[in-house]
Each structure stands twice: as structure tokens, then as C-alpha cells.
């Protein structure tokens, strides 16, 4: 068993995702190699040769790599699955994952298990299915297994401790038929929503984007990462890289708390493996009540401020 | 230019599904089916460019038992032009889908592909990407925005860490985003009209594909359930749970 595993980077550091990714790795079997692939990316393939579960680092730096084109690291990465005889190849269940993963397992005429929660053995997963409704036991018999794996379902391996060699690679695929044209990047002095402890989220309730200050304040005596319902993108409360959901971000931090949300399963989804859950709300009916290990029926504009106040 | 649309039946949103006792599958005898609210933004979005005068024809498609062309019906109420339904038994997998959406491209030869980003029973996130590698063309997933110029599309993504936007050589793929545009309710004169509608069946055979699967579902089991909490009387108790029973802050 040969394990090829793409770090999740900025082409400054590793994405903590990517450890996420490697423990499910390790699950599997203790061959692993990892693939970096971006521009101008040697700092992050440095990084990655100290986690101790890696055995090889492959780096492919070029400019094609640089904004992570689903074209390019799709070939790139069916590419090197066939040179290198890996059985299974594994990336975060990350925008990125689910965005060129497919294309390599179409590449190498595999299906491709999305999302695993668990790894039961060498060829048999868990996966949630139905917004997390289910939870799907699947065994794939192809011979190279390709996996999107979804990061809050497994601990961190070490960052440290590693020292494995750098190998570069010099393949190069570049499509020219999609190029970047630019981005619109969040910039948050918070945690990163999928990796934070704590993470308050707002919904419909909060009525406009501007009352989005009374969490941020809240989130800032937590040290929490502040996130949202769909409901509140939708109305343009906050932008979509807040999202938590079963099609947006999913979190399982050790508090959650949800605001003004009133629980659909699609946002369920998104968090209901969450360590603790509070809710606040003023219909005691809703639904998230029912997930929330300590409900409060109240005003949210009567709450937060006490909440920032007496933390 | 035309414009291609896959579209796949499957239960409506609003429904909780429930696992069979067997653990077999879910259970989805007797329960409410929809068009996947992915494929609807596509529908919407191919039809809106049809309005603007940048398509010219819209083409919906479905893979799956005879059931589907209730869901390829919607797609004609909502406004496309002619549906294609491939025949086969169950759901195929994403690479088959994949497969048989690629023998549709190769005959309807569509200067853009629309699908949904993934299907909200399978939660796979798979098959437009997959049409992608398949027909060496170029894809803009999750999408907030499209928009086509001469020979090329430029598509905003939405992105973890907030929106990307790629620019792609025509004929590409777009997969669509919850943003993306809202989605009209079609009205009784178009659902009379799209009972004449043309609808085409296709089997597996006609796109010479052979339909299979190395991903075997073995079980199907309800998530653990989370218990029932309790409610708090206010701030204070809220903050003393927290410290002192959870443990937490
Ligand atoms: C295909 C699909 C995918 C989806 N994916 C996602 C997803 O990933 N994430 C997601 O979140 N949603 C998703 N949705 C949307 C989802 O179905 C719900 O519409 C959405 O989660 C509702 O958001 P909300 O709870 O903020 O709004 P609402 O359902 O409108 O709830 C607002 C709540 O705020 C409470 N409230 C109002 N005012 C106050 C106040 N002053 N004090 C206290 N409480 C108050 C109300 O009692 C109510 O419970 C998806 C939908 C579809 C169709
Ligand atoms: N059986 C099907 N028939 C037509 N289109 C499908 C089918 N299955 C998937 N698709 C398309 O592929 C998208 C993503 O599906 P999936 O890979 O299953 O998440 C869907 O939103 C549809 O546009």
C-alpha cells in the first residue's frame, strides 16, 4: 500500500487540513507521500517534510500550480498516480479537494468516495450521506482509491518531529483553456472557522450585517471564529466563505453556539458534531433546540450584550 | 449557442429521510421527490441566458429510471427548450453519470454545460467535474456568477476562503452555486406547455456506455443522535453550564 496524499497550502504554509488528511492516511497505511504542488511553494514542502507520518515529500513549484486550477493539479495528480503505483490518493474535503480530486479519479476511470468520516480498513469507508441524515458504509474495489476527506472527522497528526526528503518533480500540465483571473479573499484577524475551538455563528435572526458587531464582540472575549447560516448570506449579511452547512463549511468545534438559527437540516449538517452546542432563539419551538445541549428562549439583542458583558 | 443541463430527481429538501430497518439504504418508499435544488439554479441560469439572447437552446437531461421525466418536465415548465432522458434502471454512480453526460456532449456538441454542484441525496460533489476530465474541458464549480463573452466564460467561485474567479475557453462546464440566482416557480401555461415539449429517451446502450460501479454500499445507519439538552433561564445560568458542567470556557 502506497498512500499519495495533496497538501492543502497557500504557497506559504500548510493548511492545517492537510494533518487532518494524513491522520486519515495513517489510518490506512504507513507509506505516505505528499504531494505540494504551487508556485514559489518551498517553504510549505519544508514544512511538510518535518510531520513525522510523512515519508516523501514530492514538490512540484511551477506557476501553473500557483492558484491551485483544477485543469492543471488534475493532471498533474492522475499523472503521478500512474507513475507511482499508489493505491490510494487522498485530499481534504476542502473548495479545493472537491474541486480537482474528481477530475483525477475520472482521469484514472475510478469512482471517487467523497467526504469519509472514518476509514473502517484499506477499502472501506464511512461517509454522511442525505445532509448527514445517514451515514453510508461504502467499500470501493478499484484499484487506486481516490478520497476527499472531511477534516474535522480526524485529529491532527504531528506537525513535527519528520525529516523527509524533497523530491521535486518536473512534470509540468498547463491548460490554457482556464486561467485565474482574480480573487476576493476574506481577511479575519479571527481563528479560521474550521479549525477554531470556539465558533459562534449568526442566522436570519440577526437582521442585517451590521448587528454582526454584537457576535464579533462576543467571538472576541471567546477567541471565537464567528460563522453563519445560509439565511444570512443569502440576505448578504456577511459573505459565503462564512457559511456553515451541508454545502458549505462543516465544523466540530468544542462550542458552538447558534444565533438566531433556527436549525434546518442543512445547516445541521454543517455542525451538529459539535463538541457543545448552545442556541439562542426566541421561538422555543425551532428545531435547533433539539440538537443543543443548553438552549436559551430569548431575545438575541437582550443576550449578547449580557453575554459580552459578563464573559 | 447551446446551452446543456443535467438534472437529477431526488428527495425533496425539506424531508428528513429515515434509514430502513435493514440498514440497506434510506427509505424512500412513498416520499416527496424534487429536482435537486442545484440542478433548478442551473435550469434557471441556462434559461436566463436564453432571455438575454446569449443561448439560443436550452437542453435538459436526466439519468434514471422512467420517473425522472417528471423532474425533466419541471425543467420544460421552467423554460428549457427539449429534454433527453437516459434510461437505466437506478441512479447511476457520478463516473457513469459522467460517462453518459460525455456520450450527450459528443452528440449535442453545447458550447456550455450547467450542472449542480452536488447532489443533495448522495452528497457527492463528483460528476461535473468528472464530465470535465472526461471531455478535456475546462469547469467553473460552484458558481455565484457566470458570465459569457465571445468564446470564453468567466465564472466567480465560491471558494473557503471567499471567491475565486476563473476565466474558461468555450465549451465548458459550470457547476452551480446556492447564489448563483433564484429560481423562478413555473407557472400552469408552462406546465401545459411542456407536456408538448419534445422528450427524447436514450438508453446506456445508444451512448455506448457500459454502466458499472467498484464503490459498493454496504450499510446505511442513522447518525448517532445527540440527546436532548436542557434549557437555561438566562446569561448567568448559560455562563455557569458552560464553566462549571461542560467545561468549556
Ligand atoms: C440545497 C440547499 C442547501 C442548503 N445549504 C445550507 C447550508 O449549508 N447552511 C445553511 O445554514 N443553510 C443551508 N440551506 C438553507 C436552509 O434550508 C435554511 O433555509 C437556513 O439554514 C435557514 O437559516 P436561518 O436559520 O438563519 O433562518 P430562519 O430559518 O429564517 O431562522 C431564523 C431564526 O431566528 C430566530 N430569531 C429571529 N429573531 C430573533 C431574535 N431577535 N432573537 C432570537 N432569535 C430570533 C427565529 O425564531 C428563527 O428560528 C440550504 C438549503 C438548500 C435548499
Ligand atoms: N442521474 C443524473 N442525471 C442527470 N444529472 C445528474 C445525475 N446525477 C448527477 N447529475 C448532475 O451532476 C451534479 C452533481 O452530482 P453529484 O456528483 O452526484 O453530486 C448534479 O447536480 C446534476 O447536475
Known amino acids: 500500500m502506497s498512500i499519495l496524499v495533496i497538501a492543502e497550502h497557500d504557497n506559504q504554509a500548510l493548511n492545517p487540513a492537510t494533518l ?4 486519515a492516511a495513517e489510518q490506512i497505511g504507513s507509506d505516505i507521500t505528499l504531494l505540494v504542488a504551487g508556485e514559489s511553494c518551498q517553504s510549505v514542502a519544508d514544512e511538510a517534510a518535518n510531520v513525522a507520518v510523512v515519508k516523501r515529500v514530492l514538490l512540484a513549484d511551477n506557476a501553473a500550480y500557483g492558484h491551485q486550477l ?11 498516480a500512474k507513475q507511482g503505483d499508489y493505491s490510494h490518493i487522498l485530499a481534504p474535503a476542502t473548495t479545493t479537494g472537491k474541486n480537482f480530486m474528481p477530475r483525477v479519479a475520472a482521469l484514472l476511470d475510478v469512482g471517487q468516495v467523497s467526504d469519509i468520516i472514518t476509514v473502517e480498513s484499506e477499502d472501506t469507508f464511512k461517509r454522511p450521506i442525505y445532509a448527514g441524515n445517514a451515514i453510508a458504509t461504502v467499500q470501493s474495489g478499484d484499484a487506486i482509491k481516490v478520497i476527499t476527506v472531511r477534516a474535522t472527522a480526524f485529529d491532527a497528526v504531528a506537525a513535527q518531529g519528520g525529516s523527509a526528503a524533497v523530491d521535486a518533480v518536473d512534470a509540468v500540465q498547463s491548460s490554457d483553456k482556464s486561467s485565474f483571473v482574480g480573487e476576493q479573499l476574506a481577511a479575519s484577524e479571527r481563528p479560521e472557522l474550521t479549525a477554531a475551538e470556539v465558533v459562534i455563528s449568526g442566522g436570519r435572526g440577526m437582521q442585517n450585517g ?13 477567541g471565537a471564529a464567528v460563522g453563519a447560516s445560509r439565511a444570512a448570506v443569502d440576505a448578504g449579511f456577511v459573505p459565503n466563505d462564512m457559511q456553515v452547512g451541508q454545502t458549505g463549511k462543516i465544523v466540530a468545534p468544542q462550542l458552538y453556539i447558534a444565533v438566531g438559527i433556527s436549525g434546518a437540516i442543512q445547516h445541521l449538517a454543517g455542525m451538529k458534531d459539535s463538541k457543545v452546542i448552545v442556541a439562542i432563539n426566541k421561538d422555543e419551538d425551532a428545531p435547533i433546540f433539539q440538537v443543543a445541549d443548553y438552549g436559551l428562549v430569548a431575545d438575541l439583542f437582550d443576550v449578547l450584550p449580557a453575554l459580552e458583558s459578563k464573559l | 449557442m447551446k446551452v446543456l443541463v443535467a438534472v437529477k430527481r431526488v428527495i425533496d429538501y425539506n424531508v428528513k ?4 430497518p435493514d440498514q440497506s439504504d434510506v427509505d424512500l418508499a412513498n416520499v416527496k421527490m424534487a429536482l435537486n435544488p442545484f440542478c433548478e439554479i442551473a435550469v434557471e441560469e441556462a434559461v436566463r441566458l436564453k432571455e438575454q439572447g446569449i443561448a439560443d437552446e436550452v437542453v435538459v437531461v436526466s439519468i434514471g429510471p422512467k420517473a425522472v ?7 420544460l415548465a421552467l423554460g428549457a427548450d427539449r429534454a ?26 453545447p458550447q456550455l454545460v450547467i450542472l449542480g454542484k452536488q447532489s443533495i441525496d448522495s452528497d457527492n460533489n463528483q460528476a461535473g467535474q468528472m464530465l470535465g476530465a472526461l471531455t478535456d474541458m475546462p469547469q467553473g464549480t460552484f458558481a455565484s456568477k457566470v458570465s459569457l463573452a465571445d468564446g470564453s466564460v468567466e465564472v466567480t467561485r465560491e471558494v473557503d476562503g471567499g471567491l475565486q474567479t476563473v476565466k474558461l475557453q468555450l465549451p465548458a462546464i ?4 446556492l447564489r448563483l440566482n433564484e429560481p423562478r416557480y413555473a ?29 459498493k454500499l454496504l450499510k446505511v445507519e442513522p447518525p448517532a443522535e445527540r440527546s436532548a439538552g436542557v434549557k437555561v433561564a438566562d446569561v448567568d445560568e448559560l455562563i455557569d453550564k458552560l464553566k462549571n458542567e461542560a467545561k468549556v470556557l
Open chain 1, 210 to 222: 451590521d448587528n454582526f458587531k454584537l457576535l464579533e464582540a462576543v467571538a472576541d472575549k471567546l
Open chain 2, 174 to 177: 459550470v457547476t452551480t452555486d
Open chain 1, 70 to 80: 483544477a485543469e492543471n493539479l488534475g493532471a498533474l495528480v492522475a499523472q503521478l
Open chain 2, 69 to 75: 421525466q417528471e423532474q425533466l418536465r419541471t425543467a
Open chain 1, 20 to 23: 487532518k488528511t494524513l491522520a
Open chain 2, 187 to 215: 407557472k400552469l401555461p408552462d406546465i401545459m406547455k411542456a407536456k408538448r415539449k419534445p422528450l427524447e429517451t436514450l438508453s446506456a446502450d445508444d451512448l455506448g456506455v457500459t454502466i458499472s460501479s467498484n464503490i
Open chain 2, 17 to 20: 429521510v429515515r434509514v430502513k
Open chain 2, 84 to 109: 433527453i432522458h437516459v434510461e437505466h434502471d437506478s441512479m447511476p454512480d457520478s463516473l457513469s453519470v459522467a460517462k453518459l453526460l460525455k456520450g450527450v456532449v459528443e452528440k449535442e456538441q
